[in-house]
């Protein structure tokens, strides 16, 4: 396994099959529920929904709220509405990124934004994360509410940093990360932080999930931050090269400028933020990138968050739950490897 740990009941090949098994009869109504409320009389609302919540996404976050559910002995229903709203505010945040990077491939097809254009992907982006609140309501769970819709905001506000720091070469390690702690980890704690309060667990195990949660999203998205330069599209779910072509700053690129030359400086300036971001320059980039070793420590910096959301989880009681909520942690390292 690429996450040690002391507790060794995770499976010897990383996958997530465990959590699918766990998760399947709720997730069966959570995938109802995301067909039934992105329905609407406005034609191209279930039109665009439907080519991104079909496009083949794991749609582990849900998973994730269902599992943290479980893992404190929830047996209700209302984890299946937190799950499907947690899903509707990731897709609106896919919808809303394609806008703002101008990309054109998200999950190996064609962007929604390069099929109706950008106006009409905001606008049905805005329609999900109303119908994502709506069935926060109906659970009437005060806490749950209030750690989804702060959530909400933070990932509004990490996407509005990320765009202002975007092509700034003077932005920092510590800065990159508290933008995907923001952008991407925020989700993922409430995602997983919800599952407690539904079972009305209690102030600490609310803690030790959302330190599962965040710590997860955080490597989640370093390990994305090296596909980009060493994946595949398949594997990445977009173009790899992406984030390079449109000068997006991440930590590989932030590690291999802090440890270039002077005119390693100078190409890296010239590609973020002057545009120039050809085949050669990206191939150029790929190789310092390699030359100073910083996807191998963006890596390394994945597993220490792996290896943080690793020990939340062994905390749990064993039961299926963690281990699923364990092997979560191993496929979201193993998958640069």
């Known amino acids: 396994m690429s996450v040690a740990s002391p507790v060794r009941e995770t499976s010897s090949k990383a996958s997530i099959d465990a959590i699918v098994a766990l998760t399947a009869p709720a997730m069966g109504e959570v995938n109802a529920m995301i067909l039934a409320m992105a329905g609407s009389n406005v034609a191209l609302i279930p039109e665009i929904a439907e080519h991104l919540i079909s496009s083949g996404g794991k749609r582990l976050r849900p998973m994730l709220t269902i599992a943290s559910a479980l893992a404190y002995g929830y047996r209700g229903s209302d984890h299946v509405k937190l799950a499907a709203s947690v899903e509707f505010m990731h897709t609106a945040t896919l919808l809303h990124d394609d806008v703002v990077d101008e990309s054109d491939l998200r999950r190996g097809k064609q962007s929604a934004r390069m099929i109706w254009g950008n106006q ?3 606008l049905v982006g805005d329609f999900l994360l109303g119908q994502a609140f709506r069935m926060m309501v109906d659970v009437g769970e005060l806490s749950a509410l209030r750690i989804l819709s702060t959530a909400s905001v933070v990932i509004a506000e990490g996407e509005v940093w990320q765009l202002s720091a975007a092509k700034r070469m003077t932005t920092g390690e510590a800065d990159y990360l508290k933008v995907i702690e923001a952008k991407t980890a925020a989700l993922f704690a409430a995602a997983t932080e919800v599952g407690p309060v539904l079972a009305e667990a209690g102030p600490e195990a609310q803690a030790q999930m959302r330190a599962y949660g965040l710590n997860l999203g955080l490597a989640f998205q370093l390990v994305d931050d090296v596909l980009d330069y060493r994946g595949t599209a398949q594997a990445l779910g977009k173009n790899t090269g ?10 590989p690129v932030i590690l291999a400028h802090q440890r270039g030359s002077e005119a390693e400086k100078a190409f890296w300036r010239g590609a973020l933020e002057g545009g120039e971001n050809d085949d050669a320059a990206l191939l150029e980039a790929k190789r310092l990138l390699e030359r100073h070793g910083a996807l191998e420590a963006t890596v390394a910096r994945a597993r220490g968050f792996g290896e943080k959301a690793f020990g939340a989880a062994s905390a749990l009681p064993a039961s299926p739950s963690r ?3 364990l092997d979560v942690v191993a496929f979201c390292i193993d998958r640069v490897n």
């Open 323 to 325: 281990t699923a909520l």
């Open 120 to 122: 009409a992907s905001v």
């Open 242 to 251: 992406d984030d390079f072509r449109e000068g997006k700053l991440t930590l």
